[in-house]
Each structure stands twice: as structure tokens, then as C-alpha cells.
Nanobody
Framework: QLQLVESGGGLVQPGGSLRLSCVAS???????MSWFRQAPGKEREGIAC????????DYADSVKGRFTISRDNTKNTLYLQMNSLKVEDTASYYCAADRRLVQGMCSRTWTYDYWGQGIQVTVSS
């Protein structure tokens, strides 16, 4: 099975930036990818997704304009650039992969097949 490992989380002040990375154990060429997050006491939220080759993306309204999802398939890596961070962005962040037969689609609501272990992002002054 595909293994995913997130890194780059930590503590940051409001207004700051972080970049999360998700490194896969194998090729991501045939996987649509997403970032999810879950804050204590809240449901898991799909915040961004990206198609197999990176041609299309989709964002939740809560992060649109502040977060950018990207991928480098040559490095088997998914990224999430987070800018203008807010206290309400505090959560555990997860990357997820879903094998797709065709290029050109992604979804923030799919039940993804493979998940990372999660990494904590805390935004606090």
C-alpha cells in the first residue's frame, strides 16, 4: 500500500506562513491528492485537492486565497502552502491519495484510499 508522511507543521503566529509537505513511498502519477484538516471537536474538512498531473485544483471557502496546493510528481511529494494563517486554522492536517483511472478530476469529498498520519498546525500568539 502507498504510505504518506506529512512534515512541516508546528507553531506559528497569526498572519504567519507554513508549508506542509507530504512524501509518498511510491509514485503519485496515478493519484488525485487532497489535504484535509480536523480541529478538536469538529468534523474533518477537505480543504484542497489537486488532479493527477496538477492541472486543476479546488479549495474550500475557508482557505481560498490563502492556501495553495501543489505537487511535484518527480519527487513523489504533495505540498500545501499556508499564508495569512488564522487561529481558526489550528488543526491536525492530513494528506490523502486516491488512485484514479483518468486524469482531470479531484474532489474534497471523496473517501480517499490512503492517508498520512497527520501533522499538527497551531496558530497562536
Amino acid at each position: 500500500q502507498l504510505q504518506l508522511v506529512e512534515s512541516g507543521g508546528g507553531l506559528v503566529q497569526p498572519g504567519g506562513s507554513l508549508r506542509l509537505s507530504c512524501v509518498a513511498s511510491g509514485s503519485l502519477d496515478y493519484y488525485a491528492m487532497s489535504w484535509f484538516r480536523q480541529a478538536p471537536g469538529k468534523e474533518r474538512e477537505g480543504i484542497a485537492c489537486i488532479t493527477r498531473s496538477g492541472g486543476s485544483t479546488d479549495y474550500a471557502d475557508s482557505v481560498k486565497g490563502r492556501f495553495t496546493i501543489s505537487r511535484d510528481n518527480t519527487k513523489n511529494t504533495l505540498y500545501l502552502q499556508m499564508n495569512s494563517l488564522k487561529v481558526e486554522d489550528t488543526a491536525s492536517y492530513y494528506c490523502a491519495a486516491d488512485r484514479r483511472l483518468v486524469q482531470g478530476m479531484c474532489s474534497r469529498t471523496w473517501t480517499y484510499d490512503y492517508w498520512g498520519q497527520g501533522i499538527q498546525v497551531t496558530v497562536s500568539s
